[in-house]
């Protein structure tokens, strides 16, 4: 990124493929999510765990791109480099969000007509810094820090655990960091087995509730991905991408665990899928090889619109949301067509946002910082 900075170090291909993996399944949750009741039947039940595993997966990233590093790097390198990642697609989500917004009034979202676009302009604003916006000043009326893109809250919280990180933390021992992640670990399960509706979905919230989720779900993982990194030694995996997609695809639509009666049992489920089964995946992935043109453009592709998926799909989930608000009698002839024409359009505007957007600004930053 200058004079005193290390060249980019090659990619894991299969992380970057599962990254694509678990993002395409948030969309397919998401959308889902909108015929749900409650938790207890919503299909693709655990699509929400997949935000746990993009912190783990970054926790591990970020010890094997910066780890070794430090000498060569100062902390405003490190931070330019993050920014130079993360924030045009940031600011394009919020950008999707202001313009979608007013498409998705709806019985679900009475209020939006009434919300002058002064507000919505300077919510827009206010979100592309990532500054949470307290509960008095939702537009929307489901209490979202980022109400024009509500997936902006675990950006948030990427970027606490990536400032946690540069200033301080990365100095931690391998033995400090194993204390740390035992005690967020066992935050992590109590937060989940006790939680209201058993699981650990929230985090989007300006109040003290949501962020205690939010933190627990940040701080485990993350740092749970660099003790990781620091201490595995990897081997050599056959049919890794394969095997890791069907592990992480099952984790996260598998069924509500326990029902109404038992809900601390789902909190269970969750809890030990972050802390023993996502680390096996990343530690799977990492010491995976890909074997064929076919399994690398796949992985390449995958990996390179999960950020811009993630980012810019939930505008089109509040306009399926609103739609499906008014339309409830509908049949599954009329349903099915929407909830595909959505999917696909979530896609073809990440690809189109990776290609005409993401790709030439951050090439434009990283030549400026050079």
Not at 90 to 118: N, R, T
Not at 138 to 152: S, V, Y
Not at 175 to 201: M, P
Request: hydrophobic residues 50%; proline residues 5%; contains cysteine.
């Amino acid at each position: 990124m200058n004079g005193n900075s290390p060249a980019t170090k090659p990619h894991y291909p299969i992380l970057d493929g599962l990254r694509g993996v678990a993002a395409i399944t948030v969309v397919i949750f998401h959308i889902f999510e909108a015929h749900a009741t409650s938790h207890l039947d919503q299909i693709v039940n655990h699509g929400y765990l997949a935000v746990d595993f993009f912190f783990l997966l970054s926790g591990f990233v970020i010890g094997y791109a910066y780890d070794d590093r430090w000498e060569k790097m100062t902390v405003g390198d490190f931070f330019k480099r993050r920014v130079s990642r993360l924030q045009p697609m940031v600011i394009l989500g919020m950008m999707i969000g202001a313009i979608g917004f007013y498409f998705s009034a709806s019985p679900m979202f009475p209020e939006i007509h009434s919300v002058p676009l002064w507000k919505v302009i300077l919510t827009m604003v206010i979100g592309f810094t990532l500054i949470p916006l307290p509960i008095s000043m939702d537009i929307r009326g489901w209490q979202e820090m980022h109400p024009l893109n509500g997936p902006g809250w675990s950006l948030f919280f990427e970027y606490l655990a990536n400032i946690f990180y540069a200033l301080g933390l990365r100095k931690l021992s391998k033995k400090a960091l194993s204390v740390l992640v035992v005690i967020t670990g066992a935050l992590l399960i109590h937060c989940a087995v006790t939680s209201k509706n058993g699981d650990v979905v929230g985090g989007w919230s300006l109040n003290a509730e949501q962020l205690r989720v939010g933190f627990t779900r940040m701080l485990f993982p993350f740092f749970g991905g660099l003790l990781l990194f620091r201490i595995s030694k990897l081997t050599h995996i056959k049919n890794a991408f394969l095997l890791c997609s069907v592990l992480l695809v099952v984790v996260l639509a598998f069924p509500r665990v326990g029902g109404k009666e038992y809900l601390w049992m789902n909190g269970l489920y969750d809890s030990l899928n972050i802390i023993l089964i996502f680390p096996l995946i990343v530690y799977l992935g990492a010491s995976g090889k890909l074997h064929t043109d076919r399994e690398s453009k796949l992985c390449k592709w995958l990996g390179d619109i999960s950020y811009p998926l993630y980012i810019t799909h939930y505008p089109l989930i509040y306009i399926y949301f609103g739609w499906l608000s008014e339309h409830r009698d509908s049949s599954l002839s009329e349903i099915l067509p929407r909830a595909v024409a959505t999917f696909v359009s979530a896609i073809l505007i990440a690809y189109a946002s990776l290609k005409l957007y993401d790709e030439p600004v951050r090439a434009w930053l990283k030549k400026k910082q050079a």
